[in-house]
C-alpha cells in the first residue's frame, strides 16, 4: 500500500468508526474524525488522522476516558470555565467553544478556560467557527512538555499555540495559528528519518546549547532526562528574541492552566488524565461599529499587503490561512492525500476492527 | 555634562514643563511625562524622555496636535472606539485604557480600538494598569514603517508590539511587552554608534536578503528606497518561524487598523496626522472563578518556572516583566540613570524654556 487519495467524506466515516471501536460514543467519534480529516485537507498531517494512534495510547495510557463529559464549574454571562473530566480535547473544545460563540451573540464577548482535556485537534478550527459567526476566533492549548525557557535547559513548557482568526470580506479569515516554539516536533523527525542534522535555533541539548544534532536530539527527547529539547520562536538567549517566544509561550499556559485552576505544561501527562488545557475566546466584531465595513477594511489591507513588494525569487506574500485553505478546496475536489504510513495505520485498524475502508 | 542620576519626580517634573512649552496643555503634559519617565526607571530608555525630540518634531510635522482631544465614535457596554483626532499618543490612551478598566469591571470585559493617535510610549503601561484591578490587560499598537513581511522586500509594517499582563499574588504582573520584530530599531543604532556588523536575522536588504551590513542598512532605512528593513520575530523566510512573527505583527494591526477604521502601518505619517492606531483591553479575572484563587495559581506556576533547571552559565530565568519591575524599584530609591546625550537633550530644552533642570 504506497499514499492514497482519499475523498472526505470517505476518510471522515473511517476515522470516526476507528474511533468507535475505541471506545468513543458516536458522537465523540463524529467531531473527532471530523477534526482530524479537517487537519488532512489543509496538509496539515500532523494534526491528522495519523494521530488516531496517539489518540488510542492516552486512552490505553488512562489519559483520555473517551465517554467522559465535560462540566461547567464556574459561569457568568461573559464567560464559563470547564472540567474537561479528561474527555476527549474536540468534544471538550466543542462544547467550550459553542458557548463562547452563543455568550459573544448574545453579550458581545464569551471566553472559556478549560482543564483537564486532551489534545485538541489544529487550533485553527475552533477559533475560525467565532470568524464564521463574524467575531473575532481565539484557541489556545497547552501540551505535553517539550520545550526550554529563555536561559533554561529543562523541558517544561510545551508547544503552547496561539490562534487568532480576524474575519474579513470575501475571502476565509486571516488566521494566525502558531505554534510558539520555533517548529513543531513532527518537523524534527522529518529530519531524523532523512539522517540530517537540524538548523540552529530549534533545539538545545541537555546542557541547555543549542545543537543541531538530530539523532541525539530525539534520543535526549525520549529519555527520562529532563533537560534538552525544543526552543521557541526567536531561538537560543536574547539576541534574535528566543525571550519573547518563550514569553508567548509561558502566556498561553497562564491562560490555559491559570484561568482554569488546571495543570499546565510541566504537570501535563503525571498521573490520571493528560491534564490539558485550553482557552477560547470571541469578540463581537461589531463592537466596534459595522462589521460588514470592518471586514471590508480588513481586507483592503490584506491586499495591500499582498500586493507589495517581493524579495528577490519570490512571487508571492502569503496571508495567514491562505495556504491551509487553499490546500482544503483542493482537497475537498481532488480528494486528500494519505502518506504510507497513515494509509498503513488506517489498514491495520480496518483489520482489526472489521472496517471497510472504503479506499 | 556627562550622565547623571536624576529623581523620579524631578525628572517627571522636568518633562512635564518642556512639554508645555512644545504645546502641551497642562494634563496631557503631566501623562505624558508620566509615561516616559516610567520607561527611564524601567530602564527601557527607548521610550524614555528621549522621545522628546521625536515628539517635538512630530508637532513641527503635523503629525501631533497637543491640545487635541479624543472623541468616542462607537461605544457599547463592552467597547468603545476612539477617535484620537490626532492628538498626544499617552493622552488618548489613557482615556481609551481608562475606560476599557471601567467596563471591564461593570461587564466583565472591556475593549477599545483606537484612531488617529501618536505614539503611546511602552506599551505595558497600559496593560499593567489593567492588571491592577485585578483584569487580563491588553495593549497593541501600530508604528511608523520598517518591517519586512516573509517573503517580501518592502517596509509595510512597524514594530507592531504586543503586550499581556496577568496579575499574580504577592508580585508585580506576568508581563510579555514586545515588538514582534526581532528587535527594536534602537539596536540597530547601537551597533551603528559602535561600528559592529548585526546578527543574521535582524535585518533585510533592498533586495529581501537578509545582511549584516549595519551602515548600508541605516543608510537605506533612511532613504527614499521603499525596501529593505527589519524582519519578525524568526527572521528571514520560514526555517525558523519568520513568518509566525510576521503573522503576529500583522495581527497587531488588523486589531489596532482594522477594527478602527483607522490607517495601518503602511499609511501612518501620510499627510496630516501619524495616524498611529492602537487596541487595548481589559478581561476582569473573577470572570474565571475566584481572583484571589487565580492569582495563586499563576503565581505558583511561575515559581516553577524561576526555579527549573538553569542552561549551562546561566543562574537565573527570568519572568517577562521582572526585570523592568526591578529596576523601576532600584531607580525609586536611587534615582534614574539618564545617558549623556539624554542629559544634553534636557540642558538644551532648559535653556530654550528657562526652565530650571532641578538636577
Redesign the interface.
Known amino acids: 500500500m504506497a499514499t492514497k487519495i482519499v475523498r472526505y467524506e470517505t476518510l471522515k466515516n473511517t476515522a470516526a468508526r476507528v474511533l468507535e471501536h475505541l471506545g468513543y460514543p458516536p458522537p465523540h467519534a463524529e467531531i473527532t474524525a471530523e477534526i482530524l480529516v479537517e487537519a488532512d485537507a489543509r496538509e496539515v498531517p500532523s494534526h491528522g488522522v495519523a494521530r488516531l494512534e496517539f489518540y488510542e495510547k492516552n486512552i490505553k495510557g488512562g489519559f483520555a476516558v473517551p465517554a467522559a463529559e465535560p462540566v461547567i464549574?464556574?459561569e457568568?454571562?461573559?464567560?464559563l470555565?470547564v472540567d474537561g473530566n479528561n474527555g476527549v480535547g474536540p468534544h471538550v473544545s466543542d462544547f467550550t467553544m459553542k458557548r463562547c460563540i452563543e455568550k459573544a451573540a448574545k453579550?458581545?464577548?464569551g471566553?472559556g478556560?478549560v482543564r483537564n482535556s486532551n489534545h485538541f485537534g489544529m487550533a485553527g478550527l475552533w477559533a475560525e467557527r467565532a470568524a464564521a459567526k463574524n467575531q473575532i476566533g481565539m484557541a489556545f492549548t497547552n501540551t505535553r512538555i517539550c520545550s526550554?525557557?529563555?536561559?533554561?535547559?529543562?523541558r517544561?513548557l510545551g508547544t503552547n499555540p496561539v490562534c487568532?482568526a480576524?474575519p474579513q470580506e470575501g475571502r476565509p479569515p486571516?488566521m494566525?495559528d502558531?505554534a510558539t516554539t520555533?517548529?513543531a516536533h513532527g518537523k524534527i523527525e522529518v529530519y531524523e528519518r532523512r539522517g540530517k542534522d537540524m538548523?540552529l535555533?530549534?533545539v538545545?541539548d541537555e546542557?541547555?546549547?543549542g545543537t543541531t544534532d538530530t539523532k541525539a536530539s530525539q534520543k535526549l527527547f525520549w529519555s527520562t532526562c529532563?533537560?534538552g529539547g525544543h526552543l521557541f520562536?526567536?531561538?537560543e538567549g536574547e539576541?534574535?528574541?528566543g525571550?519573547?517566544?518563550y514569553?508567548?509561550g509561558?502566556?498561553v499556559?497562564?491562560?490555559c492552566?491559570?484561568?482554569?485552576?488546571g495543570r499546565?505544561s510541566?504537570h501535563t501527562f503525571e498521573g490520571k488524565g493528560s491534564g490539558i488545557a485550553h482557552f477560547f475566546g470571541a469578540?463581537r466584531?461589531d463592537?466596534?461599529?459595522d462589521a460588514a465595513?470592518?471586514k471590508r477594511?480588513?481586507a483592503s489591507?490584506l491586499d495591500?499587503?499582498r500586493n507589495?513588494?517581493?524579495?528577490?525569487g519570490?512571487d508571492?506574500?502569503?496571508?495567514?490561512g491562505e495556504k491551509e485553505a487553499e490546500a482544503r478546496a483542493r482537497a475537498m475536489k481532488a480528494g486528500i492525500d494519505l502518506d504510507e504510513k497513515t494509509c498503513l495505520l488506517l489498514e491495520k485498524y480496518g483489520k482489526q476492527f472489521g472496517i471497510p475502508l472504503g479506499f
Not at 526550554?148 to 529543562?154: D, E, H, M, S, V
Not at 508571492?316 to 495567514?320: G, K, L, M, T
Open positions: 464549574v464556574h457568568t454571562p461573559l464567560s470555565v453579550t458581545g464577548a471566553f478556560a526550554i525557557p529563555t536561559f533554561g535547559r529543562q517544561i487568532f480576524i486571516f494566525v502558531m520555533t517548529v538548523p535555533g530549534w538545545v546542557r541547555g546549547k529532563p533537560d520562536l526567536g531561538g539576541e534574535l528574541g525571550h519573547k517566544g514569553g508567548l509561558l502566556l499556559d497562564l491562560l492552566a491559570g484561568l482554569s485552576l499546565w510541566l469578540i466584531l463592537l466596534f461599529g465595513q470592518i477594511h480588513v489591507i495591500e499587503v507589495s513588494n517581493k524579495a528577490e519570490q508571492r506574500i502569503y496571508i495567514h
